[in-house]
């Protein structure tokens, strides 16, 4: 690039490259609405192989199907390479008399490739990725299998789509969650959610008031988008309900909401509290949640018990606020039962919890603890923790 | 997740096998209002072979108990594991579902 500006076609390839990341999709697990395409391709064209590929500028990433180890090409060595770059339903009899194809590995080498045939799948009008059929024979794809191929590729596209309205929404979760510390310098408060992938029911927020600082951490029954709609719905409503204290607000949300939960059918716990800044005094109400520690200065820990039954499961059963204290050298740590089923559930997993806590103390470093359990232990649950710290003096 | 049906003098048992999560709930609530369709009204759940119950779980449980109970009846567990114990626990909900030591023990005050 002589002039300094990029040549027209990079241009084109950044838009095209733009589009496909907007599906966050690159690199991501089996996914059988994917498995369910390429499986009924492969049994409607009698092929040994029908997939699912995204192509990025470098590399040709198997969303479908998976083989382990080898999901990732060399984007130049593929067929979908010309699929791409043509932009149109690419048919190849026989690839050892096609040029573009011939000298390719898959012809020359292992895999004895001699038919293929690639339809783009677009996002935005951009070729993002191929639904395509391979076949170790020569073979001919008539003008109906075309229109039954180029009807399986819009039902790709729409797969491809509905991805993109998950990640949007995933953000906006994300969005919702507070990322500053509103209690710096006298103490630490941090909170994460992790593996980061998906929506959840899972969620923290927390925010100054003149009493001091105002802390919830919530895990919604279920998975995924019911219960990250139900999560929002609980957000809301636990922080604009008027309260005196943590039992009243919970009780006031249980109260607010009870036909939205009883008509779902979803609870969900809750652990609320109002720390008072000068002295630390924790004035907290529990909502079945019970997965909240402080860990003291000198290693020791205790549970901060609950006192309720989760929101939308009310038999009758009041709420109540319970006191504690954090002391300079003192953490808080509240968090979801994804954390716990890492240690298997039970009353030893609470131990074990509270000695990585007892390790680290300072909420950035038990996030960087967790994060490295959560990348060995590939939970299948969300893992949310809120820490507040209080530096020794 | 597979139940097994055992009428017993007083109260029909249902053992559960298998884990209690989003995928079996809703068969545990189907496999509990059958029952009460039948007649039944005091069901003990055996969770001998439950060795792992999640949110979505626990909520089939608790919506069992209501229905039960809106019935007249009763829901009442036996057998319960570390697991299930603790998620009853944590959740204050063993003050409503005390967790019985056996099928036999859940009914005998009844």
Redesign the interface.
Known sequence: MTDGSPEPDQDAETRRVASLMSLGLLGTAPEERFDRITRAASELFQVPLAAVNLLDDQHLFAKSPQVVGATVWDRKSTFCDVTIREDELIVVPDATADERFSWKPDVAGGRGVRFYAGRPLRVDGQPVGTLCLYDTEPRELNEDDRARLDAMGAWAERELLDSRDVERAVQVQHALLPTHNPAAPFYAVAGFNLPLKGLGGDFYTWRLSPDGLDLTLA?V???GLAAALMAATIRAAINSVPAAGPAQRLDATAETLRADLDAT???A?VFHARLDLTTGELVYSDA????TLVIRADGSHERLS?????LG?E?A?GREDRQAVLAPGDTLVSFT?GL?DLY????S?LEAIASVIAAHREPQSILLAVQALVDAAAPD?DITVVAVYRPPV | MIFELDECVGYIALAAKGRLNMVAAPELRAAVDAAIGAGHRRIVLDFTHTDFMDSSGLGALVGCLKVARQAGGDVRIANVGAQVRMVLELTGLDRVLAPYSSVEEAFRDA
């Open positions: 895990d029954m279920g998975k059918g979803i609870f716990t079945g949640h019970g997965l609950g006192s309720g039954l989760p499961l038999f059963l039962d716990l298997g559930g039970t009353h997993a649950d």
